[in-house]
């Protein structure tokens, strides 16, 4: 079946051709240097850029009662979180509030700014004003959470259900949903 | 046309390494969204997070262990493993089991590379000599000690050995290795890896090496020098977010050595050849995995073997088929799999006066299903496995393998697991055979004579496991084991007669009969300590004990297997991270005295230093059986199947590793 697949296929075949040709060149030349296996990074360290950046392409109601604070509160909601990783969001900023980061349970979720949670059972009690919510639970974001994390072939991906986005009253800048992919609630997509 | 091909391709490469080469974690908060999400995640394989939630004796291998052991050889990375027993019977030859019947045809293993089978259906056992692949690509080794673990196969009675390789996208780039010394005289590799457009990744190898011989009783050197040269590819495809493709295909072509001694008919009736067995063949290997959703894939494998090997005792050709499909989903607490699989056998043989196969050629093959639900309980506190593997065998017709397993968290650091399975091992080719083993001057031959009315050989299991982790720093597993054997196949005289060809002789006929009954126990340790954070501990101890009768009336001893396989054995390796990118290693192993085979107990250290001068580059240097100038790890006799042994002597080589 999958052999089948593979030979059907001429374009890769031509591409395999031009790769081995490309490798005696390659041989031919020396030119080696260059070309060194890109670095991975660890997974946990990944997000916790991907989500600050985050923090940097949204804006947060006015009238929220915690924006008069000057913290912002990133809250780490369920089991497995990487706290060290999450060590590089200290000193950085959101807009004038500086970022602080605690694990805390759903019922006390509520004071944050920001919730990565490993658990879909907080979309509910966080439907609320002002809470950016991110997981990377399949179906997050269908479900109704904000921002939902996948990866596509070892890299990072995310999604953004933009009424989730609205009922919180967050202001998404078009940066940030140009890459993203957009759904609805119930997971329609655009 | 093909230029521009080039250039994109060298563009595409490029371009997808260029922007995250070097970086240091901190600054991933520095770079632009875009740039993050050209980043890769080192992902952690699912499946390896599982190991330590079976209920099994498992034990896995890394790259790094196997590395940092020193070892060249799949044989030599399998000294680690807690059970398995490790034995040189020549310098290309080997003597592998895992609790219990050792010997160079030893028959109770399940042998796979990426899935594929490896053990050859001719004697149901490994041609180690021809199992090898380019060093540096394995991920790791999954060893499952007892009948757990297995949901295929007709051959995992006492164990199954899983070596994995890496994804072609984690060998990108090239890497040149090369090597020598005193008995590994020659040794390199080339590889190189590239990314075919965003989805599909592909790697390309070759290698080769000179083994010298080792040395015989009196001190000069053996006749078993061994050099297979052999290149391979694998392609990883991803055609879809969902869907993964993996291709691989290999061939090699070289030679083995032996020193083998043969019965005759004429003065002095017994002789030894030396022999060089070539040996060449090729493998091609496709697998393809879908996932329906995040609950619901499946998978399907097939592969396609041809192998062929000529020895004075019997030159043989074998092509083999196989194709199998898995099935898996979640369903509320139900984890259930299931599968089916063909595996076929073509073979024609050239006999020689000492081994005859009648017929010569043959097809025969075995089609096998199993059905496996895995049940959580007490909020995923416990797991809870009931299934069963069945097989239709050429030879034996239906066979059941029925397993229960239960697993049990005592606690985040503590887990408890036990298992009830039976297994069998049907007959295989081998009862189509007959061998001239032995003469007895001047006109009497001794010879094993095939058998049409073998049944399959069966064991029931039983096994407990404990694991846990003290502190972040240490770790523990252990295990124990009771495995009743039933209907072991064993030889009986039978009623002696005379044949007038090549020369008139009477031949003492033994009889292959399901015979012989008994039980083994044991139990397994592996401790892993992070002693610093710069040194790190891994001991390893098994014991077995094996008792084997021999059903009323029959008198070959019995002794002869279950003594061929050390009570005990253990090591301890250290490993120092030192400064200046330096490491250095030792490796000691204790194998206890094989009772039957008159093999004393032996003690091995082996070294490794290792330096890296700049990342891409690793040098190194390996002393391998430090205290002894020779040792032999085995005995000439039946269990090695008349091939001279050789002693292990004591070698160095130096190795260079290069990453462009």
């Not at chain 2, 692949?133 to 080794?141: H, L």
């Not at chain 2, 053996?222 to 493709?245: H, Q, T």
């Not at chain 2, 509320?332 to 009648?358: C, V």
């Not at chain 2, 697993?407 to 503590?414: A, G, I, K, P």
């Amino acid at each position: 079946m999958t052999l089948y697949q593979l030979r059907k296929q001429p374009h890769n075949r031509k591409r395999l051709r031009s790769i081995s040709q490309l490798f005696m060149l390659l041989l031919l030349l020396g030119v080696w240097s260059p070309l060194h296996a890109s670095d991975a990074f660890k997974a946990e360290q990944l997000k916790v850029a991907f989500i600050y950046h985050f923090t940097q392409f949204i804006n947060w109601p006015e009238d929220d009662q915690t924006h008069a604070k000057k913290v912002f509160q990133v809250c780490l909601s369920g089991k497995g979180h990487e706290l060290e990783a999450w060590g590089n969001m200290k000193g950085k900023k959101v807009g004038e509030r500086s970022i602080q980061t605690a694990a805390c349970s759903i019922s006390r979720c509520r004071e944050c700014d920001l919730v990565f949670t490993t658990s879909s059972a907080a979309i509910k009690a966080l439907k609320k004003r002002g809470v950016l919510t991110i997981s990377e639970q399949p179906g997050f974001a269908a479900a109704g959470g904000v921002i939902e994390l996948y990866t596509v072939k070892d890299r990072l991906r995310f999604r953004i259900n933009v009424d989730a986005a609205e009922r919180a009253g967050l202001i998404i800048s078009s940066r940030l949903l140009k890459l993203a992919d957009i759904v609805h609630d119930g997971g329609k997509p655009t | 046309m093909q230029a521009t091909h080039i250039w994109l391709t060298l563009g595409i490469i490029m371009a997808s390494v260029f922007p995250v080469f070097g970086q240091a974690t901190a600054s991933l908060m520095e770079m632009s969204i875009e740039e993050l999400m050209q980043i890769k995640i080192v992902s952690v394989s699912k499946r390896e997070q599982k190991i330590s939630d079976t209920a099994a004796a498992v034990s896995v291998i890394t790259a790094d262990d196997i590395r940092r052991a020193g070892a060249l050889t799949i044989p030599d990375a399998l000294r680690m493993v807690p059970g398995v027993e490790v034995a040189h019977i020549n310098a290309n030859k080997w003597a592998i089991s895992i609790r219990g019947f050792n010997g160079l045809y030893s028959n109770k293993l399940l042998v796979l590379i990426d899935g594929r089978s490896v053990y050859t259906p001719l004697f149901s056992g490994v041609y180690w000599d021809i199992q090898d692949t380019m060093i540096e690509d394995i991920e790791r080794i999954e060893v499952v000690r007892g009948p757990g673990g297995s949901l295929w196969g007709a051959n995992a009675v006492n164990g199954v050995i899983n070596v994995v390789t890496k994804h072609a996208s984690e060998t990108q780039g090239g890497l040149i290795t090369a090597g020598g010394g005193s008995h590994n005289r020659a040794f390199g590799a080339l590889r190189y890896g590239v990314e075919l457009g965003d989805n599909a990744w592909l790697r390309l190898y070759g290698k080769d090496f000179k083994r010298t011989a080792f040395k015989n009783s009196v001190g000069n050197a053996a006749f078993d020098e061994w050099r297979i040269p052999r290149g391979g590819m694998r392609l990883d495809w991803n055609p879809s977010s969902k869907s993964r493709v993996r291709l691989s295909a290999e061939a090699y072509k070289g030679y083995a050595e032996q020193s083998i001694s043969l019965p005759s008919l004429i003065p002095p009736y017994t002789q030894v050849i030396n022999d060089r067995a070539r040996v060449s063949g090729g493998f091609m290997n496709a697998n393809w995995a879908h996932d329906f959703s995040e609950n619901n894939d499946a998978h399907i494998q097939f592969s396609y073997e041809r192998s062929s090997r000529r020895e004075v005792t019997l030159g043989q050709q074998l092509d083999i088929f196989d194709i199998d499909a898995e099935h898996h989903m979640e369903v509320d607490t139900h984890n259930l799999t299931w599968g089916l699989g063909y595996h076929l056998t073509r073979d024609r043989m050239d006999n020689s006066l000492t081994i005859i196969f009648s017929p010569t050629e043959h097809s025969y093959g075995y089609y096998s299903w199993f059905v496996q639900d895995e049940i959580s309980f007490a909020d995923g506190r416990g797991v809870l496995t009931l299934g069963s593997k069945f097989l239709h065998d050429s030879y034996t017709g239906f066979d059941y393998q029925p397993s229960g397993r239960i697993h049990w968290n005592l606690s985040e650091r503590q887990q408890l697991w036990g298992a009830v399975s039976r297994v069998v091992q049907t007959p295989s080719r081998l009862t189509d055979m007959r061998i001239n083993f032995l003469n007895i001057p001047p006109a009497t031959v001794l010879a094993i004579m095939p058998s049409d009315t073998l049944d399959s050989q069966k064991m029931i299991a039983y096994e407990v496991g404990w694991r846990a982790q003290p502190s972040e720093s240490l770790s523990l597993d252990m295990t124990g084991f009771y495995h009743d054997y039933k209907s072991l196949i064993t030889n009986i005289p039978g009623t002696p007669f005379f044949e007038p060809a090549p020369r008139p002789h009477l031949v003492l006929p033994l009889l292959q009969s399901n015979q012989l009954d008994g039980h083994s126990f044991g139990a397994e340790l592996e401790v892993k300590w992070q002693a610093q954070d710069w040194w790190r501990l891994i001991g390893v101890y098994g014991y077995q004990n094996m008792n084997l009768k021999h059903a009323a009336g029959t008198t070959i001893a019995a002794s002869a297997q279950a003594g061929n396989s050390p009570r005990q054995s253990f090591s301890i390796r250290s490993q120092f991270n030192l400064p200046s990118d330096t490491t250095f290693d030792m490796n000691y192993y204790y194998t206890g005295k094989l009772r039957n085979l008159n093999v004393s107990a032996n003690n091995r250290v082996d070294l490794r230093l290792a330096w890296r001068p700049v990342k891409a580059m690793q040098l190194s240097l390996v002393v391998q059986n430090l205290l002894d100038s020779r040792t032999f790890e085995f005995s000439t006799s039946a269990a090695s199947s008349g091939v001279q042994v050789s002693a292990v002597p004591r070698s160095v080589y130096s190795k260079i590793e290069w990453e462009f």
